[in-house]
């Protein structure tokens, strides 16, 4: 029966975003599939976590559209996300759920939180950050960078960075609470929980915040980066303009997907960091 609701609702949900556009074809099967086993390995906790990041980062990519435009082309992906950016968003978390399943354990949980605190963020960062009225500023240098260059960072985007982590742990802990007979790893259902979930908020804030981070770090250190012989401007495409853009930093592999893999792995480490410090685990 897991399976089934898991499989109904995937389809639904990935279905709708297929039609406005939100996911290729590739996106549409790889989100049916990763939110069916979801479902059917947690519960509606998990996948209901995971379904709060992408309806709010599908919204978010769609809204004030043509003023992100120019930020935009600098990607190598596209808003209508394809398979391997919703394995790269997702895929981390599934793997945790998973591990959950086979070895229970408290930290399982925190760590599913941090990575989808962490993707949330960085979607949120990038979409809201690129309304920002001044240039972002290299995460290394300090100085101006063009709106959407690889590890750019704005007053807006860390603030939206933050808001997106803490969207994370408001949206589980309102799961828990809402979703009759359902629980999660840390959650005995008795009322020391009402102290206990809103440190889900906390520990996703941070972990999203820093995550986030990451991300951008490695954007501006390790990622694939040209610039378009036509305009100038470093992009993470190896084309722009019509013409072939010549490479000028990051290594073999680290693409847009690597790097927000990366940077959700550094969410779900911040967000066990955080869980055993304060002795939740």
């Known amino acids: 029966m897991e399976w089934m609701i898991g499989l109904a609702g995937s389809v639904a949900i990935a279905g709708a975003a297929y039609a406005k556009r ?9 989100a049916v599939v990763l939110g069916t086993v979801m479902y059917a390995l ?3 906790v998990w996948f209901g976590t995971l ?6 980062s ?7 559209k043509q003023k992100k435009l120019r930020a935009e082309s600098a990607y190598e992906k596209t808003d209508r996300r394809d398979a391997g950016q919703v394995a790269a968003n997702g895929g981390l978390a599934l793997l945790l759920c998973a591990g959950y399943v086979l070895w229970p354990h408290p930290l399982w949980w925190y760590a599913f939180l941090g990575a989808m605190a962490a993707v949330n963020a960085d979607t949120w960062a990038t979409e809201i950050g690129g309304l920002s009225a001044k240039p972002p500023r290299s995460i290394l240098t300090g100085r101006r960078v063009a709106a959407g ?5 704005s007053a807006l985007g860390l603030a939206a960075s933050m808001a997106g982590g803490l969207f994370v742990g408001l949206a589980a802990w309102l799961l828990l609470v809402l979703v009759s007979g359902q629980s999660a790893p840390d959650a005995s259902g008795g009322p020391e ?10 520990a996703a ?3 999203g915040t820093i995550g986030s981070l990451a991300d951008s770090l490695l954007g501006a250190t390790v990622q ?6 036509v305009c100038g401007r470093d992009v993470e495409q190896r084309r722009h303009c019509g013409q072939p853009a010549a490479r000028v930093r990051g290594y073999a592999g680290w693409n847009n997907d690597a790097v927000n893999v990366a940077g959700s792995l550094a969410g779900a480490a911040s967000a066990v960091v955080f869980a055993l410090l304060l002795g939740l685990a």
Not at 58 to 64: E, G, T, Y
Not at 193 to 202: F, G, H, K, T, Y
């Open 22 to 30: 939100s996911l290729s074809g590739s996106g549409f099967a790889a």
């Open 42 to 44: 947690g519960s509606a």
């Open 51 to 56: 379904i709060a990041f992408f309806v709010s």
């Open 58 to 64: 599908s919204i978010l990519s769609k809204w004030k």
């Open 149 to 153: 260059t690889s590890g750019g960072v």
């Open 193 to 202: 929980d009402a102290v206990r979930l809103p440190v889900w908020c906390a």
């Open 205 to 207: 804030w941070i972990a």
């Open 224 to 229: 694939l980066t040209y610039r378009c012989a």
